[in-house]
């Protein structure tokens, strides 16, 4: 497991990673990139737990999101199993377990004040913290997607399961999309990635 670990996630965060899953007993598992959730966790019919976690993510987004599903089983553990997956409980253990990997031996400089904002009341996913989310995503792997803040008014792009949407006018933080097919709003998020239509 260490060897797999060491590809994944920062150097130096390997050993207290280790020291927490084998506290635990847990078994992580790399999936394919899955387009609706970084990671997940669950109870396996054999008692034992296990954590998913998509492959194609950066060595931070990959340990923030380690940490997240470890704190799922923590919580549980703690609280019982019908506290809220992401109630008060997961909160103050996710950010007790993250607390000792908030240093620049394992996070750049320039994502401490981001991660250290967003740990004082963190949410479900990192991904709706469009601050972080945008910082996150200057260590992802280049591609040929853009910025929904940057996609000028009118110009249409589309996501990757097809659908088609026009650029609208941005709301308060977010941003108004019509879906060219059904002409139905919806709303995105300003670090969503899309590919533009020529």
Wanted: proline share 6%.
């Amino acid at each position: 497991m260490q060897n797999e670990l060491q590809k994944y996630i920062p150097t130096n965060a390997v050993l207290p990673v280790l020291n927490l899953l084998e506290r635990d007993d847990l078994l992580v598992k790399i999936k394919n990139e899955r387009k609706t959730r970084h990671g997940d966790y669950r109870k396996l019919p054999n008692g034992k737990h296990q954590i998913t976690i998509n492959s194609n993510l950066n060595t931070y987004r990959f340990l923030i999101t380690l940490i997240h599903e470890i704190a799922h089983l923590e919580a549980f553990k703690a609280y019982g199993t019908f506290i809220k997956p992401h109630g008060l409980e997961w909160k103050q253990t996710f950010q007790h377990l993250m607390l000792p990997f908030l240093n620049p031996k394992i996070f750049p400089d320039a994502l401490l004040p981001l991660l250290a904002k967003h740990f004082k009341n963190p949410k479900a996913s990192s991904d709706t913290d469009a601050s972080l989310a945008l910082a996150l995503k200057q260590f992802d792997e280049p591609n040929n997607k853009t910025f929904i803040f940057e996609v000028p008014l009118g110009v249409s792009f589309k996501l990757y399961n097809g659908k088609v949407f026009k650029m609208g006018e941005k709301r308060v933080k977010r941003y108004e999309c019509i879906e060219i097919k059904t002409g139905r709003l919806y709303l995105f998020n300003p670090n969503a990635e899309v590919e533009l239509i020529n």
